[in-house]
T-cell receptor, first 112, second 111 residues
Framework: DAGVTQSPTHLIKTRGQHVTLRCSPI?????VSWYQQVLGQGPQFIFQ???????GRGNFPDRFSARQFPNYSSELNVNALLLGDSALYLC???????????FGSGTRLTVV | GIQVEQSPPDLILQEGANSTLRCNFS?????LQWFHQNPWGQLINLFY???GTKQNGRLSATTVATERYSLLYISSSQTTDSGVYFC?????????????FGQGTILTVHP
């Protein structure tokens, strides 16, 4: 079975641009979460979606948004990119409460 | 919010040595996971262990929920064990779905 898949793997954008990152959860998993990891730190929670509804949001500005589709895949959108948005963006999926989370390989975003 | 502290921050071992990594958390949790982040950035789930003890090969983990800590044991370390080890907790309730990570332990195993 495929794990959590993320695309693209690497991305270079210019300040002020917009970016869309994509995540496909493990088949049967209804929960998708997004995390940002800057160099030298642990991942920070951005969003969690369950059954296509936003269930949690971390301390990130409104430039960050996300959605979940009927097939449970998800997109993370970031508008008006800043240099500080350069990071590894990780997606995690889970079947339901109490089952733990499986992470994808991430998308490495560089803003220049 | 919940605080997660990991120790030590850095650990250097010779191949074959044993080690213990610790994770302290500030509140009761519904979920605790240990991850290994490889050099390419992928977080590999090692254990889902909100309480009790589990073993998987050379690795084992123990979580004492009532005392709010977890330990990860690595025995007979190998160079492939190098990387960053993260502990992450989920408090549950309104925080369901939100994993809070510690700062990690950077493990380097020399041949």
């Amino acid at each position: 079975d495929a794990g959590v898949t993320q695309s693209p793997t690497h991305l270079i954008k210019t300040r002020g641009q917009h970016v869309t990152l994509r995540c496909s959860p493990i088949s049967g998993h209804k929960s998708v979460s997004w995390y940002q990891q800057v160099l030298g730190q642990g991942p920070q929670f951005i969003f969690q979606y369950y059954e296509k509804e936003e269930r949690g949001r971390g301390n990130f500005p409104d430039r960050f948004s996300a959605r979940q589709f009927p097939n449970y895949s998800s997109e993370l959108n970031v508008n008006a990119l800043l240099l500080g948005d350069s990071a590894l963006y990780l997606c995690a999926s889970s079947p339901d409460r109490g089952w733990g989370y499986t992470f994808g390989s991430g998308t490495r975003l560089t803003v220049v | 919010g919940i605080q997660v502290e990991q120790s030590p921050p850095d650990l250097i071992l010779q191949e074959g040595a044993n080690s213990t990594l610790r994770c302290n958390f500030s509140d009761s949790v519904n979920n605790l996971q240990w991850f290994h982040q490889n050099p390419w950035g992928q977080l590999i789930n090692l254990f889902y262990i909100p309480s009790g003890t589990k073993q998987n090969g050379r690795l084992s983990a123990t979580t004492v929920a009532t005392e709010r800590y977890s330990l990860l044991y690595i025995s007979s370390s190998q160079t492939t064990d190098s990387g960053v080890y993260f502990c992450a907790v989920e408090k549950g309730g309104t925080s369901y779905g939100k994993l809070t990570f510690g700062q990690g332990t950077i493990l380097t195993v020399h041949p």
